[in-house]
């Protein structure tokens, strides 16, 4: 039987594969894609990986991510692959890596954090001080973040 | 050397650093204490090393130790003091933010002293102000003059080398005994931590203490650790953190520092951030173990430190 594809290949833009399975919607949050962006966009959820068991796929049609974007996706899919496609062919393929610092995306779990204060001017910023598993430092209050997925902003 | 400009954690210092206020503090104590009239033996000195010179407390929150000895440490070199201490009577009642209050403040002083509720307050607010902000406690996070004048006392008492310390009390919520156990990793100390079950050191400030260098032991008992240790730090067991107040009065009771207590190791000194409720006996003031009144005192030459190299006043005074 012919093996069916649940997306098809994209012929110019970014597949971004080896996401953590259940991430690809914050993957999309992360890059600020969302229904009033032109792009075409193919989002696959918990398809079987040899590698991962099941991972996410995210395909972002004629546009091409750069390393500084995606990078940041490392918070919550840090064995995610970036593959850049030209005219149906791979033209580069990279890793992501956490950012050392990270200002916005994600918000201190700590309530009482200056950071979470409506009325000041001030994004949350972290400080990545383990890369595995990921920990993030909060500049203002200190305090460690494990778990990225839950403080998306 | 020193490359602050402002304090806000105990995070952001080497021990070069540490060493640097430590010296500089112990350099301006004659100018702490009160001058003497008389023949000439008088302890303290007079100095205008900060003459001209302003000093703004933002104090959001209640203080006493801190806020007072800012103010001392700045009129003893000179200096002068400008208060917010009712944010009912400013601008903060009709709802402006911290940032702003800055922004204003800033322009009327030379050095703010910060106290907040929110944690990570007044690392905001550095980066709002021209002028140095020292931060005098932000919420439950750090309060990084504190845990000077904790070393301060300690070096002072000739202990800093070699050090073996029994902190005793709220381990997982209290603010100073994390950042001071920190600072004290940096000296390799010996650190004991002794504290009910639920009030445990957290396990991530433990596995950083020992990365650092420090040799961490747990105990729920002092009498177990009591010969051992030549610091007890004591601090306030809340009655909030237990839901049944019976289990509060049996805890708090075990961990009570008695004149029976200190005699299983007379040499021990015993220190307290203050205030005190009824963790460390009355009858314990009076001994020559305690040194918390003398620990407030050393609040006030260590801010002398670091407002003088704040402001960039490092001759002597």
């Given at each position: 039987m012919k093996k069916e594809l649940k997306v098809v290949p994209i012929k110019n833009g970014t597949v971004i594969d080896h996401i953590t399975a259940g991430q690809a919607l914050n993957v999309l949050k992360i890059l600020e894609i969302n229904g009033r962006t032109d792009a075409v966009v193919s989002v696959v959820i918990n398809v079987r990986s040899k590698k991962m068991g099941r991972k996410d796929i995210v395909k972002v049609e004629d546009r091409e991510l750069k390393p500084d974007e995606v990078d940041k996706i490392a918070l919550i899919a840090p064995n995610a692959t970036i593959n850049i496609i030209h005219d149906s062919e791979v033209t580069g393929k990279h890793k992501v890596y956490l950012p050392k610092s990270i200002e916005g995306i994600i918000r201190c779990?700590?309530?009482?954090c200056i950071s979470n204060?409506?009325?000041?001017?001030v994004m949350s910023k972290f400080i990545t001080?383990?890369?595995?598993p990921p920990q993030f430092r909060c500049f203002y209050c200190e305090r460690i973040i494990e778990d990225a997925s839950r403080n998306i902003c | 050397m020193f490359t602050k400009r402002h304090i806000i954690s105990t995070r952001d210092f080497s021990k070069e650093e540490i060493d640097y206020v430590l010296s500089r503090a112990e350099e301006l104590e004659i100018y702490a204490r009160a001058e003497e009239p008389g023949?000439?033996?008088?302890?303290g000195r007079k100095s205008d090393l900060l003459k001209g010179k302003i000093l703004a407390n933002l104090f959001y929150e209640p203080s006493t130790r801190t806020r007072f000895s800012f103010e001392t440490a700045m009129k003893r070199l000179g200096g002068e003091v400008i208060n917010l201490s009712s944010t009912e009577a400013s601008s903060v009642a009709k709802g402006e933010n911290l940032a702003d209050t800055i922004r204003t403040v800033s322009g009327y002083c030379d050095v703010i002293v910060l106290r907040h509720p929110h944690e990570g307050a007044s690392r905001m607010a550095a980066s709002f102000s021209p002028v140095p902000i020292i931060n005098a406690g932000d919420g439950a996070g750090q309060h990084p003059t504190q845990t000077l004048l904790d070393l301060y006392t300690i070096k002072r008492e000739g202990l800093l080398d070699g050090l073996r310390i029994a902190l005793i009390g709220d381990l997982k919520y209290g603010r100073t005994v994390h950042s001071l156990a920190y600072a004290l990793s940096l000296y390799k100390a010996t650190l004991f931590f002794v504290s009910p079950e639920a009030l445990r050191m957290p396990d991530e400030i433990k596995s950083d203490l020992k990365e650092a260098g420090a040799e961490v032991l747990e105990s729920t008992d002092i009498k177990e650790i009591i010969k051992e240790a030549n610091v007890l730090y004591v601090t306030r067991i809340q009655?909030?953190?237990?839901?049944d107040p019976a289990e509060y009065r049996k805890v708090a009771g075990t961990y009570r520092i008695t004149t029976d207590l200190i005699e299983e190791n007379e040499d021990v000194i015993i220190m307290h951030p203050l205030p005190k409720v009824d963790e460390i006996d009355v009858e314990v003031d009076g001994t020559k173990n305690a040194r918390y009144f003398k620990q407030t005192f050393y609040g006030v030459p260590v801010r002398m430190a670091i407002l003088s190299i704040l402001l960039g006043k490092e001759e002597m005074g």
């Open positions: 779990a700590n309530p009482n204060a409506e009325k000041e001017p001080v383990s890369e595995n | 023949d000439g033996k008088g302890r009655k909030e953190r237990f839901p």
